[in-house]
């Protein structure tokens, strides 16, 4: 069974942090890559921060750059998305996928069920 399973969602005020972790089974996380997603209410789906398994480079969304980071820990085949400085705009259901290969700008073929962060005062 191949599985995501994310974690760490919750209710933060502005200028908070939170960390999410997705934790991968059935497959092996350090052989493909790994993004974040997420989707607000009323709004597309998009990219928030991918990671390649190849050469570890990262895409961003330009909206959280300087304030998300995303890692690995391929010990525990799972996977993090640091963020800080949290602003309400950031309030949505997040996900990770795994991609088809090993660069972050692949399709991406398995998702999680997500976990909401919402961001208010």
């Known amino acids: 069974q191949v599985q995501l399973v994310e974690s760490g969602g919750g209710l933060v005020q502005p200028g908070g942090s939170l960390r999410l972790s997705c934790a991968a089974s059935?497959?092996?996380?350090?052989?493909?890559?790994i993004g974040w997603f997420r989707q607000a209410p009323g709004k597309e789906r998009e990219g928030v921060s991918c990671m390649s398994s190849s050469d570890g480079s990262t895409y961003y969304l330009d909206s959280v750059k300087g304030r998300f980071t995303i890692s690995r820990d391929n010990a525990k085949n799972t996977v993090y998305l640091q963020m800080n400085s949290l602003k309400p705009e950031d309030t949505a259901v997040y996900y990770c996928?795994?991609?088809?290969?090993?660069?972050?700008?692949?399709?991406?073929?398995?998702w999680g069920q997500g976990t909401q962060v919402t961001v208010s005062s």
């Open positions: 059935g497959f092996t996380l350090d052989h493909y890559a």
């Open positions: 996928a795994k991609a088809y290969g090993s660069s972050w700008y692949d399709d991406y073929d398995v």
